[in-house]
């Protein structure tokens, strides 16, 4: 059965133009660029799809509030809107904002955890991961099992092992383990949703051994939703009472507001009750960010993110937005292309290694399959594998990833139907062509986050193929 397109529940009202280039054209192009997909410029791509944050577009509500942003320095109208906005949602006194969600990670973390220590996650963001290692601590993943295999479809895929979280938390001591996150949804998974129902199991582990449990929020709204559809005591709970039911079990929260609340930049940080640590978590944002009603962001951001946090809690625009993907889901269920199933929040993460067997993870399926789409369609995506994990610190040697994904990433409010037909249609054309599809070798790349600026070569055809 064919999946329906949801129709967008809003009228275009403003458009950028975008141009599709000649396959000719996109090969040099992507000759010019090493075959490194960030090395493109954006105007070359014809349906961007690299990642869905900061790329949304805004509403015309949030627009009048651009023209309404209060720039006073402190003190600003639009900051108190965004606190009251925040403070209603979330149920949280204590709210900063930030410039973006690593500027959050950054200013939080280093407060709550040093050298010799753990932090424990359902799985880390890259930043959220690399800010416990600024802080000098040690960053362990504990993802239920049926997150691994991406044929497996369970419904609560971006869950918290919570067997697994208690053993490492016996392991390492409770008072080594300082801080455990619960990333909604579950991006390096999939944009995998969590459950309420391990939130508060993970709460309830967290409690018992006195560890304080912070959500990564970028995605709550996206979270709430599939808990409404998949979790039968919230069937009937509008969203909002969703989003304050699974804050409640946390104790701090960092945000990317660049996702869920649909804003081209911000953050937010949020603590329930702790307020000395609140007052720290004010001094590290003068130092880093910039006066506290402000947090790094002009009053006129301030003002578009109180308002796209409502609207992102919007249940007929969710029902749209995880609907496009699964549209998508569905063409790809047809054409036999397999995908970390079901369909994520926030995009399609495509089972590179599926489709291109021939590939081996040292010569990156998903960067393969990336480059691939770019050539066929002028689609531009992104590795989620062993090319983005990158190199063991201590040997030099390349790292196997647990997932080889290229990652469709869908940005807010911004393609339509015909985009995603074309998405599905570029995806089948390769299928049919895969053996020929090259795997890669790197030319030069620096020694750290290596996949944003690496150099790669193709590698030579195989025989008989
Ligand atoms: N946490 C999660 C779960 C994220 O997905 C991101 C960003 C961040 C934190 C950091 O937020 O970019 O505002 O500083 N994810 C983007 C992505 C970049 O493409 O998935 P940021």
């Known amino acids: 059965m064919p999946v329906r397109y949801v129709p967008e529940p809003f009228r275009i009202k403003m458009v950028e133009p975008i141009r599709v280039l000649s396959r000719d054209e996109r090969e040099e192009k992507?000759?010019?660029?090493?075959?490194?997909?960030?090395?493109?410029?954006?105007?070359?791509?014809?349906?961007?799809?690299?990642?869905?944050?900061?790329?949304?577009?805004?509403?015309?509500?949030?627009?009048?509030?651009?023209?309404?942003?209060?720039?006073a320095y402190a003190g600003g109208r639009s900051y108190f809107r965004l606190i009251q906005a925040a403070k209603d949602i979330f149920g949280y006194p204590f709210i900063q904002p930030v410039h973006q969600g690593r500027a959050a990670e950054k200013v939080l973390f280093s407060l709550l955890m040093g050298p010799g220590q753990v932090a424990i996650s359902n799985m880390f963001f890259d930043t959220t991961r690399a800010h416990v290692n600024i802080a000098g601590a040690k960053a362990v993943d504990c993802v239920a099992p049926e997150a691994l295999d991406p044929a497996v479809r369970a419904p609560f895929k971006g869950n918290m092992d919570t067997a697994g979280l208690e053993r490492l938390i016996r392991e390492y001591g409770r008072e080594k383990v300082r801080l455990v996150v619960m990333t909604i949804t579950n991006n390096s998974a999939g944009g995998q949703p969590v459950s309420v129902r391990?939130?508060?199991?993970?709460?309830?582990?967290?409690?018992?051994?006195?560890?304080?449990?912070?959500?990564?929020?970028?995605?709550?709204a996206e979270n709430a939703f599939f808990v409404k559809q998949r979790e039968a005591e919230f069937a009937n709970s509008p969203i909002r009472d969703i989003v304050k039911e699974i804050f409640s079990h946390a104790d701090m929260f960092t945000m990317s507001a660049k996702k869920d609340a649909i804003v081209n930049m911000g953050g937010l940080l949020g603590i329930k009750s702790d307020e000395e640590l609140y007052q720290r978590v004010k001094g590290n944002t003068i130092s880093y960010e910039g006066f506290t009603t402000y947090g790094g962001l002009s009053g006129r951001d301030l003002e578009a993110l109180a308002i796209g946090l409502h609207e992102?809690?919007?249940?007929?625009?969710?029902?749209?937005?995880?609907?496009?993907?699964?549209?998508?889901?569905?063409?790809?269920?047809?054409?036999?292309?397999?995908?970390?199933?079901?369909?994520?929040g926030h995009g399609l993460f495509i089972d590179a290694q599926a489709l291109l067997p021939h590939i081996p993870y040292h010569q990156f399926p998903g960067q393969a399959l990336a480059v691939e789409l770019y050539r066929e369609a002028g689609i531009r995506t992104c590795d989620i594998g062993s090319f983005m994990l990158g190199n063991d610190p201590e040997t030099g040697m390349q790292l196997q990833a647990q997932f080889e994904f290229t990652r469709f990433a869908i940005p807010r409010r911004v393609y339509t139907q015909a985009h995603f037909d074309i998405m599905a249609e570029a995806l089948i054309s390769i299928k049919e062509r895969a053996g020929?599809?090259?795997?890669?070798?790197?030319?030069?790349?620096?020694?750290?986050?290596?996949?944003?600026?690496?150099?790669?070569?193709?590698m030579g055809r195989q025989p008989g193929l």
């Open 30 to 71: 992507i000759r010019e660029a090493d075959y490194n997909l960030f090395n493109l410029k954006g105007e070359d791509v014809f349906i961007d799809l690299l990642t869905d944050s900061g790329t949304g577009a805004m509403s015309d509500e949030q627009w009048s509030g651009i023209m309404k942003g209060d720039e």
């Open 312 to 344: 992102g809690m919007d249940e007929q625009y969710l029902t749209y937005r995880i609907g496009q993907i699964e549209y998508l889901a569905g063409k790809l269920d047809d054409a036999g292309i397999a995908y970390q199933a079901p369909a994520g």
């Open 436 to 458: 020929a599809v090259p795997g890669y070798r790197i030319a030069w790349e620096p020694p750290i986050l290596r996949h944003f600026q690496a150099r790669l070569e193709p």
């Open 198 to 220: 391990n939130m508060r199991e993970v709460s309830a582990i967290c409690r018992r051994f006195g560890i304080p449990l912070c959500i990564d929020a970028a995605r709550f």
